[in-house]
């Protein structure tokens, strides 16, 4: 199973991708995680998962004396069980043989159902290494299209990020569809699952607590949906409305996470 998920820069994908690992690990006690970072180094992402899990918020990871003995106390818990898991946090491969490679070794070590791979996002990975891109277009297609291979032949889930349009930003609906992916079609044809996660209002990047949807666009395996989150960025943590323990996509593998079902109507006030 291929899930791509879109949205613009400053949004918060990044985090919402470290809260699908950490709800997926939470479901999942000997999952083994794959997370390629491409924009963050593997200690800030790590920091950010423990911000995550405990609520502590990820600024003070920075500066320990600003934390509470309560606060130091639910890090060390959850760095204890953080590092009781399977998580692979990569910073450094850019080059997509190197990410096929390293999928394909972790996943054969792991048991049916127990393996997932991040890639955080499409548009920064390439073919080959300082390669000139010619044809940026075909190289996507490319990727998305080896991934999609990838993830039939291992029976393995892929959650793909990928950047959005420009264009998008200047229409009045800023609800995002299909043809908002960035530089390729291959990516809506080859991915079992198309979503997108964007902000309620324009607004929403201002505020110490956005609101946040997902919304489907495109799902081979189940209905086409939206959730709604409210989204904390100090302490990097997307809380749904409504808590559903539901699979969130199925395929030749299935990620669960904690899901909030909001009727398209009832988006915006």
């Not at 491409?38 to 004396?65: H, S, W």
């Not at 069980?81 to 491969?93: A, E, G, I, P, V």
């Not at 079609?185 to 309620?200: A, C, K, M, R």
Request: with cysteine.
């Amino acid at each position: 199973m291929l899930w791509t998920i879109g949205a613009r820069p400053g949004v918060g994908k990044s985090a919402f991708a470290l809260n699908l690992i950490e709800q997926a690990i939470k479901y999942t006690p000997n999952l083994t995680v794959d997370l390629f970072s491409l924009e963050m180094t593997a200690q800030d992402n790590y920091q950010r998962i423990v911000a995550c899990e405990t609520g502590v918020a990820a600024g003070k990871f920075t500066n320990p004396y600003q934390m509470s003995a309560a606060e130091k106390e639910k890090v060390r818990a959850g760095i204890e069980q953080l590092n009781r898991q399977q998580l692979y946090l990569h910073d450094k491969l850019l080059i997509l043989p190197q990410i096929i490679k390293t999928i394909r070794a972790h996943a054969a070590k792991a048991a049916a159902g127990e393996y997932l791979a991040v890639i955080d996002y499409l548009q920064i990975i390439s073919l080959e290494r300082l390669a000139a891109r010619t044809d940026r277009r075909l190289e996507i297609e490319t990727i998305t299209r080896e991934l999609k291979l990838l993830t039939n032949e291992m029976g393995i889930p892929i959650i793909l990020f990928s950047q959005l349009n420009r264009e998008l930003e200047k229409r009045v609906d800023r609800t995002p569809q299909l043809a908002d992916l960035r530089e390729s079609g291959s990516i809506e044809q080859d991915s079992n699952t198309v979503s997108f996660l964007y902000p309620i209002s324009n607004d929403e990047e201002h505020k110490a607590v956005r609101h946040l949807n997902l919304i489907f666009r495109k799902n081979r395996s189940g209905c086409l949906t939206e959730l709604a989150f409210t989204f904390t960025p100090g302490q990097m943590r997307f809380t749904p409305q409504l808590v559903l323990d539901t699979p969130v996509a199925a395929g030749n593998g299935t990620v669960n996470m904690q899901q909030d079902v909001v009727p398209p109507t009832m988006r915006r006030n």
